[in-house]
């Protein structure tokens, strides 16, 4: 970089991040500079410290591992920008305020998160900020307006995240529209005596608040010819315009196969397609699920995996439903 744009940056830095010091702020993915957002001068932030010769100091380097590679390099800044401008993939947990659970060498010698409203399980610091969480007694509320964070056929061609659809697409009549969903949840589930079946509409939510469906089209009426309408990241909306996942949420697993997906209406989390190791889940029952330690649940805890076949996501509720309205 010349001098020029370099003296520019550090103008637009100071502008946007004159709270960049060494006060504790919480982490959260991308906040490279800990201004408590995430926009472009973070990911000017992260060009300035790797680039300009004693250039900006960033107080917490792993906030600035974009990508949470476990190094902080000229990829986390693409990382951010395409995130943020062009509809790239979702920043690695926390994008709330939370704890890094990949283990790596990146300090981070300001950051603290306020103590979690009621016990709550750090695992729901995995949901985008749009879900609004809660505790309620004994249920944990989300609520969200349901929008998919990535781009779809299903938006109007004039939304910035419309993309046209790809070959083979059959694109249904419906269109993404905001919702007003709510989960109640159980904030400590457990195993209920018997498992019961799900039932057509949200079964639960994933983490960039979407809905979660069954291996339903209708009462019994496997997905074989709405498969086709799924979008590329495989979603699609139903009548009302609820964009929901039936199938393995590609927006959320592609990148990281054993993520968190979301939760279930009986409190239960849902994983991808892989274990943490990178192997395919072994032993599961009727509902998809089993029971060890996971990132997020280090004492373990049952929880279902996506499988590439029905029943997609779950078979069943191994604990006992909360509720969905909307």
């Known amino acids: 970089m010349d001098r020029v744009l ?12 004159q709270a960049a010091s060494a006060q504790a702020v919480p982490f959260v993915r991308g906040d490279a500079n800990q201004d408590e957002s995430t926009d472009l001068s973070d990911g000017i932030s992260v060009l300035l410290y790797l680039f300009q010769s004693g250039g900006l100091g960033l107080t917490c380097l792993d906030t ?3 990508d949470d590679s476990g190094e902080l390099d000229i990829t986390d800044a693409i990382y951010l920008f395409n995130h943020l401008f062009l509809g790239g993939p979702a920043l690695p947990p926390p994008v709330a305020c939370g704890e890094d659970p990949t283990p790596d060498a990146l300090d981070c010698l300001s950051s603290t998160c306020p103590p979690e409203p009621s016990g709550l399980p750090a695992a729901y610091s995995r949901f985008v900020d749009s879900v609004e969480i809660s505790v309620d007694g004994q249920f944990v509320v989300l609520h969200t307006n349901g929008v998919p964070n990535h781009p779809s056929p299903y938006f109007p061609t004039s939304d910035p995240l419309y993309e046209p659809p790809h070959a083979g697409m059959v694109v249904n009549p419906n269109r993404i529209r905001a919702q007003n969903l709510e989960l109640r ?6 195993p209920a005596p018997a498992a019961s079946d799900t039932r057509l509409g949200p079964i639960g939510i994933a983490t960039n ?15 074989d010819r709405e498969i086709a309408t799924f979008d590329r990241l495989k979603g699609h909306p139903q009548m009302t315009g609820m964009y929901h996942y039936h199938v ?4 959320l697993t592609m990148d990281d196969p054993a993520v968190l997906v979301g939760f279930l209406l009986d409190g239960f989390p849902i994983y991808g397609p892989r274990e943490a190791d990178g192997s ?8 998809n699920g089993h029971t060890h330690a996971t990132a997020d649940y280090p004492d373990g805890i049952y929880h279902y995996h996506v499988v590439p076949n029905p029943p997609y996501l779950v078979g069943c509720y191994k604990g006992t439903p909360g509720q969905a309205t909307n």
């Open 6 to 17: 370099k003296s520019t940056l550090s103008v637009l830095v100071l502008m946007f991040a």
């Open 64 to 66: 600035a591992d974009s």
């Open 185 to 190: 949840i159980p904030l400590h589930p457990a």
């Open 209 to 223: 608040g979407v809905a979660l469906f069954n291996q339903y089209a209708g009462p019994n009426v496997p997905l």
């Open 248 to 251: 393995e949420p590609l927006f």
């Open 280 to 287: 395919l889940p072994a032993g599961l029952d009727a509902c």
